[in-house]
C-alpha cells in the first residue's frame, strides 16, 4: 500500500520534530517549537524567550504539473486495473525565530538540513519528503512589537514531495472478434468467430 500524500499539519508537525532535534531541545518539547497559525493564540512568549514558529505550505510549481502515469493489474481480481499516476509536489516550510538565541538557532536550523538528522525523522515518520538543498541563508528582520524590538530572524526551505495516487479503474475480461472477408455472402459467420480472453 503506498504512503497517502502528506497534509499541512503533518509536514509542519515533521518540521517541528526536526527542529526541536537540530536546535538540542527534548522530543517532548512544544512550548519552544511551535506549529504556527494555532486556534488557540496564547500564551505569547515575552521578549527574552526563544520560541520557534514553524509553518508549511504547498507551493505552486511548475514540477508538480508533470504526472507520469502507469498502470498495474490487480492479482486478486482480473476485472480491476489500477491506474498509478506519480508527480512531485511542492512544499515551503517557514520558521521564524524569536529571541536571543534566534540568529543561532536559525544558523543551528539550515546547517541540520545538510546531516543525517533530518533524513532519519522523515524516514521514522514514513515521509516521502525530500528538501531541495539550496538553502537561502536566514534573514535578520527585528520586529517592532509593543514599543520594543523583537529580535527575529526568518528562514525558508522548499521540499519536494513524491506523491503518488492511485484509482482502480475497470478492465475488460473478455471481447469478442469477428472476421470477414469481401466475398462473404452474409455477415454471419461464426465459424469465423474469435474470442481474447484477458490473460
Known sequence: MLPPPLIPSQVENGL???TVRLVGLPDDDQ?????????????????SDNVVYVRAVE??????KQRDQAYQDDPDDAAIVRELTSYMRVWRG???FYGPDSFDWARRVRSGWYTQVPHDVFATLNFELYAVMDI?????????????WWERVDLEIQFNELVTEEV????????????????????????????????
Open 16 to 18: 517541528r520534530l526536526v
Open 31 to 47: 512550548s519552544t517549537v511551535r506549529i504556527g497559525w494555532q486556534q488557540q493564540g496564547q500564551p505569547a512568549q515575552s521578549v
Open 59 to 64: 507551493d505552486d510549481d511548475a514540477a508538480d
Open 94 to 96: 517557514i520558521w521564524t
Open 136 to 148: 537561502q541563508a536566514p534573514r535578520r528582520a527585528p520586529e517592532l512589537f509593543q514599543n520594543e
Open 168 to 199: 482502480d479503474v475497470g478492465a475488460v475480461a473478455s471481447t469478442e472478434v469477428r472476421a470477414y472477408t469481401d466475398e462473404s455472402p452474409d455477415i454471419d459467420h461464426p465459424e469465423m468467430d474469435i474470442v481474447v480472453e484477458a490473460p
